[in-house]
Structure formats: C-alpha cells, structure tokens
C-alpha cells in the first residue's frame, strides 16, 4: 500500500522538519520563541502522512464530503 507521505514526498521532496516554519533564518532553535513545538508538530505530521496509505485518506475524504 502506497502512504499519503510517499506521494507527497514524490511531488514534493523531502518533509523537513529541521528548517524553519515560519521562514526565518535558522535561530539554532535554542533561541527559538516556539521552542521545539514546530520540530514536533513536523515530525508528528510526517509520522501521520507515513501511517496513513492512499486507501485511508480516500476513505476518509469520501466521508467528509458524503460520498
């Protein structure tokens, strides 16, 4: 079964979850106002997007939209 991570990884690249999400220069994150919490939220997103496959996220959009 293909994961919703390969195919977005395939259209996209790499998830990086080290680089900044709001597009600042890298503080060196010890700095960071945010602290690690976009370092976790990334890697919990990518862990969702590998665990979840193509058949999941169909199932569950054909739900959400009733059909």
Do not use: H, N
């Not at 597009?23 to 994150?29: A, R």
């Amino acid at each position: 079964e293909v994961s919703v991570k390969e195919v977005y990884e395939t259209v996209e690249g790499p998830i990086d979850v080290t680089s900044c999400a709001m597009q600042v220069p890298t503080c060196g994150w010890a700095s960071c106002a945010l602290g690690d919490l976009l370092c976790r939220i990334g890697r919990e997103l990518s862990d969702g997007f590998e665990k979840t496959t193509i058949a999941d996220f169909s199932r569950s959009v054909g739900k959400s939209i009733g059909v």
